[in-house]
Structure formats: C-alpha cells, structure tokens
C-alpha cells in the first residue's frame, strides 16, 4: 500500500464535521458537493460555479476559523499556487500591451545575472520561469530562506538549479515562479502588487491583494487536518498583524508574491476563471497560447501537461474534455480553479483545509469535486 493509501485510511477515521450553510445549487447538486466535503474532511469551503456570462451558482461551507467562524461568499483565503495562473494572465496582458516579452533573456530586467551554472550562456526566459522549465526548484536554500526573506540573488547561490538544463526539462518550482513575479515588476519598475492590481484586478473589477494587512473583511484560516496541529498551519490573524511592507520596486525581495501569495474570495477567483476562459480581458491568441502544451509532467502525473501558468487536465474520468486552470495546496488548504473552453463551464473553489489525498498531482477533492460540478 502507498503512503497516500495508508493516508486515506487514516483520514476515513477521522469524524466528519461540518456543514453546508448556503447554497443556490439545486437540491441534488448540494447534497453531493456537501457529501464530498464530508467525505475528505473539509473543515470550512466556498464554491462558485461559472459559465461565460458570470458566476451561476455558490455554496459555503464549514468554518473559516475554528470552532465556528462560518465561511461566507465574501471569506478571503489565500490561494496558494492558484497564485500563479493569475501571475500568468498579468504577464500576458503586459505582453498585449508591449511593456513585457515572454522570450527575453530576464538578466536584462534584474539587477543581478540569473543563469543556471552548468549553463552560463543560455538566457532563461519568462516563458520558461511561467511553465516549470528554467531548470530552477525548491532547493533547501529557498525553502528556508523564504521564510526570513533573504535576498533572492543570495538563494540563487545556494541548492537552487536542477540537475538538467533551463529549456530542458519540467520541474515544478514555487521559486521559478516567485522569481517570475520579480521579474514582472522589474521590468516594468512598478511593484508586483501595484502591477497586478492596475493591469489584471482594476479592469476586471475584482478585489484582490497579495497581503494578508490588505485584506478587507474575514481571512480564512488554514489548518492541516492529518497530521492535525493544535494551532492553525496559517494564522490569518498573526499573518495580518504583521509590519505591511513598504510599496516600492525591490525584486530581490518580492520573489515571495507570485506563486502563491494571493488572498482572494471564491466569486472573485471566479471572475478571473472567466478571464482566463472567455476572449474579452486577453485575445483569443493569447488565451490559446497560455493553453499551448509546453511540456508534460512526465512520472509524476501522467494526466497534466503544462501551459505558460496553467494545468491541462486530462483525464476522462473527471471530463470527457479537457480542463485548464490551476490547483493549489498549501498548510492544509486545498484549492482548485479550472475550465473547460468549449463548453464555457467552471468552478473555483477555495478550502481551509481538506484531505491532501492524490494521485500523482490532482488532489482527490479536486477530482471529486470536478466530477460532481462540471460532470464526467
């Protein structure tokens, strides 16, 4: 038995709580959604269902902060690596409007050289740095220096490049990705939250920000359910009595927003669903070119693929189709935000925490969850 078997047993033990305290699915709709909750022991979630017009249906669920803080449409989570097929409609709409290049070697935007050592003349690109493929990961350097936010030219000099070659090879990286944010506010000397919230969140009337300080009304918790801790994996309220960092260009320490930072409420992540769905924000062109295939995830999942920020799902027993987006799990929290361009149908939904159970890539409440709203 794999380790993720013994994990959903172990999580089969465990009591169900939690309830559904609003829905406008139909009656049939919210008790299997309420029973997949159930069933991988979600503590608090907020579901929107979209089509190209905007969000047809919402239900909530559980607790935002234990014992009994309800989830609300209006509950903020942060997103985790949702974080980054937003990162990615921001570069793309940079790139609409001539202030950004995909295909540019980023040394000349940053104030120090990003090159891997074993290939110190070959240009990383922000294409490669948005798909996994710069041959950058999430070496010990990062996954502690992140934490005492150390300068990112310093983690560049410790375990940070993969053993094969940028252009080469996919290997997920929460840093590649951080480091592409970095890259997006110096080459457009405006800082990423200032950048983002002009170029993606403005236009598109959505209330966003990349700090827990900026948050209007309730942050949700996330908390990790097996192995339970007594305290919340994310202290929404520690989180937001922390210093707000000053609003100014400095990539060496804002490699730390863009991949997973966002802190967003189910219809709003929604809307940005619809902008990464429906032609109108971005061009068609540049919607088919974030959905281009650029590399497989191999081993790893054999039923995801990558696009510039974006999963490609694909995989019959969720949808006849396939399904574009992003997934994100971090502390606990459980997060999904996918597609399907051809029937125009979608779904975003955020957790405070649920089983982190999967197969490969794809958490099995997001599958589940998948298959209940969008319909395999």
């Given at each position: 038995?794999?380790?993720?078997?013994?994990?959903?047993?172990?999580?089969?033990?465990?009591?169900?709580?939690?309830?559904?305290?609003?829905?406008?699915?139909?009656?049939?709709?919210?008790?299997?959604?309420?029973?997949?909750?159930?069933?991988?022991?979600?503590?608090?979630?907020?579901?929107?269902?979209?089509?190209?017009?905007?969000?047809?249906?919402?239900?909530?669920?559980?607790?935002?902060?234990?014992?009994?803080?309800?989830?609300?449409?209006?509950?903020?989570?942060?997103?985790?690596?949702?974080?980054?097929?937003?990162?990615?409609?921001?570069?793309?709409?940079?790139?609409?409007?001539?202030?950004?290049?995909?295909?540019?070697?980023?040394?000349?935007?940053?104030?120090?050289?990003?090159?891997?050592?074993?290939?110190?003349?070959?240009?990383?690109?922000?294409?490669?740095?948005?798909?996994?493929?710069?041959?950058?990961?999430?070496?010990?350097?990062?996954?502690?220096?992140?934490?005492?936010?150390?300068?990112?030219?310093?983690?560049?000099?410790?375990?940070?490049?993969?053993?094969?070659?940028?252009?080469?090879?996919?290997?997920?990286?929460?840093?590649?990705?951080?480091?592409?944010?970095?890259?997006?506010?110096?080459?457009?000397?405006?800082?990423?939250?200032?950048?983002?919230?002009?170029?993606?969140?403005?236009?598109?009337?959505?209330?966003?920000?990349?700090?827990?300080?900026?948050?209007?009304?309730?942050?949700?918790?996330?908390?990790?359910?097996?192995?339970?801790?007594?305290?919340?994996?994310?202290d929404a309220a520690e989180r937001r009595a922390r210093?707000?960092?000053?609003?100014?260009?400095?990539?060496?320490?804002?490699?730390?927003?863009?991949?997973?930072?966002?802190?967003?409420?189910?219809?709003?992540?929604?809307?940005?669903?619809i902008a990464g769905m429906v032609p109108g924000f971005?061009?068609?062109?540049?919607?088919?070119?974030?959905?281009?295939?650029?590399?497989?995830?191999?081993?790893?999942?054999?039923?995801?693929?990558?696009?510039?920020?974006?999963?490609?799902?694909?995989?019959?027993?969720?949808?006849?189709?396939?399904?574009?987006?992003?997934?994100?799990?971090?502390?606990?929290?459980?997060?999904?935000?996918?597609?399907?361009?051809?029937?125009?149908?979608g779904m975003a939904l955020l957790t405070t925490g649920?089983?982190?159970?999967?197969?490969?890539?794809?958490?099995?409440?997001?599958?589940?969850?998948?298959?209940?709203?969008?319909?395999?």
């Open positions: 038995m794999t380790h993720w078997g013994v994990y959903r047993l172990a999580l089969h033990c465990l009591p169900k709580t939690g309830k559904v305290s609003a829905s406008d699915f139909s009656a049939d709709e919210t008790r299997r959604i309420e029973h997949v909750l159930r069933a991988h022991r979600c503590v608090g979630a907020a579901l929107c269902a979209f089509d190209e017009t905007g969000i047809q249906h919402t239900l909530t669920f559980g607790a935002a902060h234990l014992p009994d803080t309800p989830v609300t449409p209006d509950t903020v989570f942060r997103a985790a690596s949702v974080s980054k097929f937003v990162t990615a409609l921001g570069a793309m709409k940079l790139k609409e409007q001539g202030r950004l290049s995909l295909d540019r070697d980023v040394n000349e935007f940053l104030p120090f050289s990003l090159r891997h050592p074993k290939a110190p003349d070959t240009p990383i690109t922000l294409r490669m740095l948005l798909s996994h493929t710069a041959g950058i990961h999430d070496g010990a350097a990062y996954n502690s220096g992140i934490v005492k936010n150390v300068p990112l030219s310093e983690l560049l000099k410790g375990d940070s490049f993969t053993a094969h070659l940028p252009g080469t090879k996919w290997e997920y990286s929460n840093f590649g990705a951080g480091i592409a944010g970095a890259v997006m506010e110096a080459a457009t000397d405006t800082d990423f939250e200032t950048l983002m919230r002009e170029t993606v969140f403005q236009p598109l009337g959505v209330t966003a920000t990349y700090y827990p300080q900026k948050v209007q009304g309730d942050l949700a918790d996330a908390i990790r359910i097996l192995p339970r801790s007594k305290a919340p994996n994310f210093p707000l960092p000053p609003a100014e260009v400095n990539p060496e320490k804002h490699y730390n927003l863009a991949h997973g930072a966002l802190c967003v409420s189910a219809p709003e992540l929604a809307k940005l669903g971005l061009s068609a062109e540049s919607l088919a070119e974030m959905r281009h295939e650029i590399t497989p995830f191999g081993e790893r999942a054999h039923n995801l693929s990558q696009g510039i920020g974006t999963f490609i799902l694909n995989e019959p027993k969720v949808c006849e189709r396939r399904l574009y987006g992003h997934q994100g799990m971090a502390y606990g929290a459980v997060h999904g935000l996918f597609f399907d361009p051809e029937t125009g149908r649920a089983g982190e159970a999967r197969r490969g890539v794809l958490a099995d409440l997001n599958k589940e969850i998948l298959c209940t709203v969008m319909g395999a």
